[in-house]
């Protein structure tokens, strides 16, 4: 899974969830962790970064159910 498919679902979870934040950046890291970044949507400040795994055997739903999870989404 690349950086392009993580981007893509990480700002679907952000708009079907209402989040209040901004994606910022996504990385991947030679392990199979991807790095995800988020602002606060109002500031743009920083506002927390979450490590989930994305390498080849994950699924698009198994990636938005770990940030899920990591984010703390209700629902």
């Known amino acids: 899974?690349?950086?392009a498919d993580v981007e893509r679902i990480a700002r679907l979870v952000l708009r079907d969830y209402g989040l209040?934040?901004?994606l910022r950046t996504v990385?991947?890291?030679p392990n199979g962790?991807?790095?995800i970044e988020f602002?606060?949507?109002v500031t743009g400040r920083a506002v927390t970064?979450?490590?989930i795994w994305c390498d080849a055997k994950v699924s698009p739903y198994g990636v938005r159910e770990s940030l899920k999870r990591a984010l703390q989404v209700v629902g």
């Open 39 to 41: 602002a606060d949507a």
């Open 49 to 51: 970064s979450v490590g």
């Open 33 to 35: 962790e991807c790095r």
């Open 1 to 3: 899974m690349g950086c």
């Open 20 to 22: 209040p934040l901004t």
């Open 27 to 29: 990385s991947m890291e």
